[in-house]
């Protein structure tokens, strides 16, 4: 398996573009997890789906962020309008059931001028 | 809600001698605890994890941690640090039935030739 799938790895934008990060998580697994990753907060968790279902979106920052998953191997994370203080490296992770393993994506580097 | 502390940051050890890193978390009953490690620019890795049963769990690459329930701890050790261990290493903790995991802030090791 190619594991955990995400685009692009690096992301420069302006502030005020939408931007789009993209997942693939492994096939067969039911949960997938989006998480940022900041030097000031750590590792956050955003948002995490079950069966392509939001579950939890307590961690999402604001409205200007936004997931979705639209089929069992493909999931979105939007930030509209970007703002500088969303630089950070998002990463996408999944697992077969609860508390098994995740298997983290390489990450997107996201930088917003 | 759990929390995780990692009380170190940042940590220089030399090739060859041993190591401990230091995880203490925050939760009412028994809790899942986890060691990753992150390489520079790479997700992040399962080390091992605790659910249950004994106390002193092994992992992949030679770590172990032990779970001090008394002490509220999961640190995670290596008899022997190879300069390959120079990374990230985060401690998780999950509880209940929501299968999110709170993340440490991570303590970034350094191996010394």
């Known amino acids: 398996d190619a594991g955990v799938i995400q685009s692009p790895r690096h992301e420069v934008t302006e502030m005020g573009q939408e931007v789009t990060l993209r997942c693939k998580p492994i096939?067969?697994?039911?949960?997938l997890f989006w998480y940022r990753q900041t030097m000031m907060r750590g590792l956050e968790l955003l948002i995490y789906?079950?069966?392509?279902?939001?579950?939890?979106d307590s961690g999402m920052p604001e409205d200007r962020f936004s997931a979705k998953m639209p089929n069992a191997s493909f999931s979105t994370l939007k930030i509209q309008p970007s703002e500088p203080r969303d630089s950070a490296v998002y990463f996408c992770?999944?697992?077969?059931?609860?508390?098994?393993?995740?298997?983290f994506g390489p990450g997107t580097r996201l930088t917003v001028l | 809600a759990q929390s995780v502390t990692q009380p170190d940051i940042h940590i220089t050890v030399s090739e060859g001698a041993s190591l401990e890193l230091r995880c203490n978390y925050s939760?009412?009953?028994?809790?899942?605890l986890f060691w990753y490690v992150q390489s520079p620019g790479q997700g992040l890795q399962l080390l091992l994890k605790?659910?249950?049963?004994?106390?002193l769990v092994q992992g992949i690459k030679g770590f172990e941690a032990e779970f001090k329930r008394s002490q509220s701890s999961f640190n995670l050790r290596k008899p022997s640090v190879h300069w390959s261990d120079a990374a990230e290493y985060f401690c998780?903790?999950?509880?209940?039935?929501?299968?999110?995991?709170?993340f440490g802030k991570g303590t970034l090791l350094t191996v010394n030739p």
């Open positions: 939760y009412g009953a028994t809790p899942y």
């Open positions: 992770a999944s697992n077969i059931n609860s508390y098994n393993e995740q298997f």
């Open positions: 998780a903790v999950g509880a209940g039935s929501n299968y999110k995991l709170t």
């Open positions: 789906f079950n069966n392509n279902v939001p579950i939890d």
């Open positions: 096939s067969g697994h039911d949960y």
């Open positions: 605790y659910f249950s049963g004994d106390t």
